[in-house]
């Protein structure tokens, strides 16, 4: 069994920044690659950003792209999304998720493993 455990989310001023953690645990995660995804209300979930857990292969959504880095610390089994420049758009549920396999994804349908998900809410 897969547990993973967001957190990090809050309210923040537009232009603002914040750093959400997805802590795994249950299993090692040397080979999987991991994505956050995000969900607006009334919106269907997107994609954000990924990461292979060896490499350093990252990818990341335009809307996000320059404004969000997505990192993780092998060491204590804990990936970040570094967000800056935080615009109210940017309002949503956060989730953490990993895959059961190395290769980058932007399909949520790909991952088999969620987060319970994170508020991040940005006032204008």
């Known amino acids: 069994q897969v547990q993973l455990a967001e957190s990090g989310g809050g309210l923040v001023q537009a232009g603002g920044s914040l750093r959400l953690s997805c802590a795994a645990s249950g299993r090692t995660f040397s080979t999987d690659a991991m994505g956050w995804f995000r969900q607006a209300p009334g919106k269907e979930r997107e994609f954000v950003a990924a990461?292979?857990?060896?490499?350093?292969?990252?990818d990341y959504a335009d809307a996000v792209k320059g404004r969000f880095t997505i990192s993780r610390d092998n060491t204590k089994n804990t990936m970040y999304l570094q967000m800056n420049s935080l615009k109210p758009e940017d309002t949503a549920v956060y989730f953490c998720a990993a895959r059961n396999w190395p290769g980058l994804s932007r399909s949520s349908n790909d991952y088999r493993d969620w987060g319970q998900g994170t508020q991040v809410t940005v006032s204008s």
């Open positions: 990461i292979r857990w060896s490499g350093g292969y990252t």
